[in-house]
């Protein structure tokens, strides 16, 4: 199997850092390169801390924020308001300090939908529609070209809102309703993008951080290959990025092939290519 990039950094903080430098970068060269960028942020807490990063400067001068379209990977059946929102945390920490036009600031219309009393289903429907709407370039097998993903992975090893064993896998809509998970918090409906966008996107990233994550990644990076059962382990291919901490990492099976950053990268601390034994 064509491994991932896996980099190592001391805490939570460094991943963070480093995280907004390889977002920013992302969207930099994908404007350069297509003149726009589409960027799908993750929910749940990964996202805050590399938020901030972006917000302030150098990246908030260096991103052309006026070329970036924002998307979710995946949001809560929550009213917009509600701390469980995957878009409030995005509006507070990052898109009132940086000139996303509104227009390209695509949430998913949930607190449209409760409004009206639709169901998940049709924000689905409509999502799917306004992703389809904005011009993105296709894979073979029919899914979007996303320039960025930033992906979380729950301790279970779900990506988006994609859970072991999803049925999602069996649709081929871009964008689906997911119902309550009754294994994990927070147990309400979600909408989630078709996890076959992972496989598509040019620069997927999975972010992962804290000593509850170690378990999960000791399965993801294992012998076992089982995407059904680890959605995560869409992101274990050539051309992902993992960024973890020491805490995650620490779950790691031994050999597997990482590179250590020692400090926050803008130090100019090079990151050793180490084979990790914990
Ligand atoms: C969500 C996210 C989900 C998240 C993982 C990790 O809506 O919950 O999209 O996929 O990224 O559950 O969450 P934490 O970063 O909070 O551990």
Do not use: I, K, N, Y
């Given at each position: 199997m064509d491994e991932p990039e896996i980099t190592i950094f001391p805490a939570p903080g460094d991943v963070s850092h480093a995280a907004a430098g390889r977002i920013a970068q992302g969207l930099i060269d994908a404007v350069t390169e297509r003149g726009v960028a589409h960027w799908v942020t993750t929910g749940g807490s990964t996202p805050g801390l590399i938020y901030r990063h972006l917000a302030d400067s150098p990246l908030r001068e260096t991103v052309p924020w006026e070329h970036v379209h924002l998307w979710w990977s995946d949001d809560r059946w929550v009213p917009p308001d509600d701390v469980l929102s995957n878009a409030l945390a995005c509006w507070d920490l990052l898109l009132r300090d940086v000139p996303v036009p509104l227009d390209q600031v695509h949430v998913m219309p949930i607190a449209e939908a409760m409004a009206t009393g639709d169901p998940p289903e049709v924000v689905a429907a409509r999502y799917e529609v306004t992703m389809r709407d904005a011009g993105l370039d296709l894979d073979d097998a029919g899914f979007p070209r996303i320039d960025v993903i930033l992906v979380g992975v729950g301790s279970d090893g779900h990506l988006f809102s994609v859970f072991p064993d999803s049925p999602t896998w069996a649709d081929p809509s871009w964008v689906q309703a997911v119902a309550a998970p009754t294994h994990i918090a927070p147990r309400v409906a979600r909408v989630t993008l078709n996890p076959n966008i992972v496989t598509a996107a040019r620069r997927p990233l999975a972010v992962v951080h804290g000593a509850a994550k170690a378990s999960i990644?000791?399965?993801?990076?294992?012998?076992?290959?089982?995407?059904?059962?680890?959605?995560?382990?869409?992101?274990?291919?050539?051309?992902?990025?993992?960024?973890?901490?020491?805490?995650?990492?620490?779950?790691?099976?031994?050999?597997?092939?990482?590179?250590?950053?020692?400090?926050?990268?803008?130090?100019?601390?090079?990151?050793?290519?180490?084979?990790?034994?914990?």
């Open positions: 990644l000791g399965e993801l990076f294992g012998p076992v290959v089982d995407t059904r059962r680890w959605p995560a382990q869409l992101m274990r291919r050539a051309g992902a990025a993992w960024l973890l901490d020491e805490s995650a990492a620490a779950g790691l099976p031994s050999g597997t092939p990482v590179r250590r950053e020692a400090a926050a990268p803008d130090t100019g601390e090079s990151g050793r290519s180490v084979a990790w034994t914990p």
